[in-house]
């Protein structure tokens, strides 16, 4: 996993506020359905300067899951 700390600071995906970003450049697993702290990741194809093929997670809270925000950018978020 790769730092993410120049990514954007509200989701591209769903336009509301995350709690954390990883980017991740090798494989990865994803099981949110009985998680405590997220209810939601949306996932951001991304590649690096040297066009090397990443995928970028964010994760939201429940609370900001739940927070009202329009959550459907693109019509993708149900």
């Known amino acids: 996993m790769s730092d993410a700390a120049d990514g954007p600071v509200i989701c591209p995906?769903?336009?509301a506020d995350f709690e954390s970003m990883s980017l991740h450049?090798?494989?990865l697993m994803?099981?949110?359905r009985?998680?405590?702290r997220f209810r939601r990741?949306?996932?951001q194809p991304v590649s690096d300067d040297e066009g090397t093929p990443l995928i970028r997670f964010f994760h939201h809270?429940?609370?900001q899951s739940d927070s009202g925000?329009?959550?459907t950018v693109?019509?993708?978020v149900p």
Do not use: N, P, Q, Y
């Open 61 to 63: 809270t429940h609370e």
């Open 69 to 71: 925000e329009s959550g």
């Open 41 to 43: 990741a949306c996932f």
């Open 13 to 15: 995906i769903c336009g």
């Open 30 to 32: 994803v099981k949110l």
């Open 25 to 27: 450049e090798e494989g």
């Open 74 to 76: 693109g019509g993708r």
């Open 34 to 36: 009985d998680d405590e």
